[in-house]
């Protein structure tokens, strides 16, 4: 049955070759591949549990009298929009579940692409020939990063509101078209009546779309410069070494994606996530505390709550404080992001093809590099959430935020130049030395702690096997047997 | 790495997820149950994957059961098999039995931690028998595939490069082309104009809100703010009358003991009786300033904590408000409180034009 459907097939597309040919294509496994994948199944959980919400979704920021199902807004005025999230909630069947299964999607999806570019970055996974793969990839994020606010944003509640005001600011804040963008953009002075049908559009219709392009050019192009792998015996920069495609690799990407759908529908089911009955309908008026967005935005929260208070005015025109923190920093953050492939080349003078992936400690100024980066915005994503911390540590807020102020400035300077010095430490141990020591100590604590079920010693010949289950495989610069996957 | 020793790496591994859904737990409302559901059910479908050997093939070193073993040893190898078949039936079965209650679950109503806790059985069940097959009894051998260079040999891209020299023939027309490029350009700049459609320009509408002389200030119970309406020591939200819940115009009314305020010059008489009014929303990035702390006199911003002086014109404290509130002049006229006009300055976060 199959075998004829497939020669029906075959007959009118000749296919045949090209399918055996991806058949065979040879993956390497390492568990630090698999975050490319989470980011992938995320995207289809959000697709999948995000079209089922759009059929219930209302976009209306008209006014009208909450009669459903959750008694204690009974009777309050709150938008359409904020009515039907609530309906989707507490009325639709499975409503609720789809509706926490997609916002934990959201923070898995932009979590998975996060680690991901992290893994491309530390290994030089972004050298030629694979540029255009990265600067897909930070486009990526950055629609990641702006549908998932819009996302939020849709309900219409009292906590996305306030972010919506923020942002409001925020593009208010751009030098000259600043004022005019916020009116094309609301439709109005704020709050206006159209950016929630605006955002909705952008969040169902056109980002997706333009992911699911970008997604299939990133992967296509995968397939094409074939994956990169970590150094390893038999390993080169002219071949690759791994699993074929079929039927391993596939039977465990798509158990991957089962397992993935696993946590998020239990995450879904069982942790509520932005109950947004309980923040209320949005009122420009209404006060929130506590008010944090979503992490993969806190950072420039954290920004605009530690830049100190400095704005320009000068020759009757003014460049707002918002617009440094909160516009110009991640403007920069994405400039040096897509140019980084293109600055180290120039800056190296390396501007050959690889294929084999460098070991960070190898690499000791990008990884410091990379550390000071990923350390200042840790400290901005902290410091978004300052008043929660003060207050669950029971610190003055005031004296935090000027701690913050300098942590954030000092903390990565010195993150960086330990990570400098610790790879220039390692750097010194090749990784067959290193795994000796491992093996020669793992080889004493066996046979001290189980003298009868101690592992044999193994031969030299065979250490280099042993090297794929040791648990530093990735940092020893070996290929890890997927140890991450199980 | 011994199987036992996994074994123990991995109940830690289960025992660090519990603990740090425990330590999590307060920001979901300080109830740990969700989260143990979900350690607990993971960990149940990770004892059906337990004990596995992360490869079966021959780059295994755990060679005691599987990996070059395997072949010298045919009899261990069909035994562990037909485990490994007994697990992977045993998950598709509880996720078949998942899937038929989360279907029975549904036609009585549906229950979110029901449906969430099923599905992550139904769906985990698939993905761990998955998981084990391909690890277990899928061909797992480790081969190399040969890659070249990414650049086309050079006889190829000239070959590509003369494929498109067949257009100098007839396309080498310098004058057409600039038209060409001459109208799409103008197509282009033309196709931009709709984006003004979208909304009215800013005109004057961030200099001014709808507060006038005269206009009676009202609460957030619409009613209009008589004298006798706060305490020393008491703040509430105000609108314009007839422009109830105006996101521009909303400002925070104080009542301060008689010369407790320090006026700026040329507002001496804008806070009759105590009474002050400031703009609510935070010069900053347009938050509502809607936190009073009355010992020491200061209006906090929720969102980015900045911090505004009451008594000293709002100015800005702490925080990264570079402005003042603006105030709203106040006189009072029969017994209630109208404003004397606009506000001092235009209110909320800056912009461009501002000055």
Wanted: one cysteine or more; proline letters at 7%; hydrophobic letters at 50%.
């Amino acid at each position: 049955m199959i075998a004829r459907l497939a020669r029906w097939f075959d007959d009118r597309l000749a296919a045949s070759n090209f399918v055996r040919d991806k058949l065979n294509k040879v993956f390497p496994e390492h568990f630090s591949f698999m975050f490319g994948e989470l980011a992938l199944y995320s995207f289809v959980i959000l697709v999948v549990t995000g079209i089922f919400m759009a059929l219930f979704f209302n976009t209306s920021l008209s006014k009208t009298v909450y009669e459903g199902a959750y008694e204690p807004l009974r009777g309050v005025q709150v938008s359409q929009a904020y009515a039907s999230v609530l309906r989707l909630s507490f009325e639709v069947r499975a409503g609720m579940v789809m509706r926490q299964i997609h916002h934990w999607a959201a923070l898995l999806f932009m979590a998975s692409i996060v680690l991901h570019l992290c893994r491309i970055f530390f290994t030089g996974a972004f050298r030629r020939p694979r540029e255009i793969n990265w600067v897909i990839g930070v486009t990526l994020l950055a629609l990641g990063m702006f549908n998932g606010f819009s996302g939020y944003s849709l309900p219409d509640d009292l906590l996305s509101g306030t972010g919506l005001r923020i942002a409001h600011a925020i593009v208010q804040s751009i030098p000259v078209i600043g004022a005019w963008a916020t009116f094309l953009i609301f439709g109005g002075e704020y709050p206006a009546t159209e950016i929630i049908s605006r955002l909705y559009t952008m969040h169902i219709f056109l980002v997706p779309g333009i992911i699911v392009a970008l997604i299939s050019i990133h992967l296509a192009l995968v397939v094409r410069q074939k994956h990169t792998q970590f150094p390893g015996p038999g390993r080169r920069d002219d071949n690759v070494v791994g699993v074929r495609l079929w039927p391993t690799y596939t039977a465990l990407s798509i158990g991957l994606f089962f397992l993935v759908s696993a946590l998020l529908a239990g995450l879904g089911g069982l942790v509520q996530i932005n109950p947004v009955w309980l923040w209320g309908p949005y009122e420009p008026s209404a006060v929130t505390i506590a008010a944090q967005p979503d992490w993969y935005v806190g950072w420039g929260e954290g920004a605009l709550r530690l830049f100190p208070p400095w704005e320009i005015r000068a020759f009757g025109y003014m460049v707002p404080n918002p617009f440094f923190p909160a516009a110009l920093l991640p403007g920069l953050t994405f400039v040096a992001l897509y140019a980084w492939p293109f600055l180290e080349a120039r800056v190296t003078g390396d501007y050959d093809e690889h294929h084999l992936l460098d070991r960070p400690r190898d690499r000791p100024v990008r990884t410091a590099l990379g550390v000071v980066v990923l350390t200042f915005y840790g400290i901005l994503l902290l410091a978004g959430a300052n008043d929660v911390i003060a207050t669950e540590l029971g610190l003055p807020i005031i004296p935090f935020v000027y701690f913050l102020r300098g942590a954030v400035l000092v903390l990565p300077v010195l993150a960086g130049l330990t990570t400098w010095k610790i790879c220039r430490d390692l750097a010194g141990r090749s990784s067959l030395e290193a795994a000796r020591e491992e093996l020669a100590a793992r080889t004493e604590a066996a046979a001290e702690a189980e003298e009868a079920e101690e592992e044999p010693a193994r031969e030299p010949a065979e250490a280099s096997q042993a090297e794929s289950e040791q648990p530093d495989a990735a940092t020893a610069g070996r290929s890890g047997s997927g140890s991450g996957e199980a | 790495m011994s199987d036992r020793a996994l074994f123990v790496v991995r109940v830690m591994l289960v025992t660090l997820v519990g603990v740090a859904a425990a330590a999590v737990s307060p920001l979901f409302h300080g109830n740990p149950l969700p989260l143990v559901g979900i350690v607990v059910a993971m960990a149940l479908l990770y004892l059906v994957t337990l004990r596995l050997p992360h490869r079966a093939g021959p780059a295994r070193a755990d060679s005691d059961q599987g990996g070059p073993g395997r072949a010298a040893n045919p009899g261990n190898l069909a035994g562990e098999r037909g485990a490994a078949s007994a697990r992977i039936a045993l998950a598709f079965l509880l996720a078949t039995a998942a899937a038929v209650g989360l279907t029975v679950v549904y036609a009585r109503g549906g229950q979110p931690q029901l449906e969430g806790l099923l599905l992550l059985v139904a769906l985990g069940g698939i993905g761990s028998g998955l998981v084990v097959w391909a690890r277990k009894l899928l061909p797992s051998a480790t081969v190399s595939e040969e890659r070249g260079p990414m650049g086309s040999p050079v006889d190829e891209e000239q070959a590509t490069a003369t494929a498109f020299e067949r257009a100098e023939e007839g396309g080498k027309r310098r004058g057409l082309l600039g038209l060409l490029v001459l109208a799409a350009g103008w197509l282009g700049i033309a196709a931009l104009f709709p984006i003004r459609s979208l909304g009215p320009g800013p005109g004057r509408k961030l200099f001014v809100t709808s507060w006038r002389d005269g206009v009676p200030l009202v609460g957030e119970d619409e009613r209009v703010v008589t004298v006798d309406r706060l305490r020393v020591g008491e703040i509430i939200t105000v609108f314009p009358e007839g422009h109830h819940g105006a996101a521009d115009a909303q400002a925070v009314l104080i009542r301060l003991a008689p010369g407790q305020l320090r006026p700026l010059p040329g507002r001496e008489h804008w806070s009759p009786e105590g009474y002050v009014a400031y703009s609510k929303v935070c010069t900053h990035a347009g938050c509502p300033v809607g936190l009073y702390q009355v010992r020491s006199h200061q209006l906090f911003c929720p969102c980015h904590q900045s911090a505004f002086a009451v008594l000293e014109g709002a100015m800005p404290q702490f925080g990264p408000a570079t402005r003042p509130l603006p105030q709203l002049p106040l006189r009072i006229e029969h017994g209630e409180l109208v404003a004397g006009g606009d506000f001092s300055e235009p209110v909320g976060p800056g912009f461009w034009s501002y000055g």
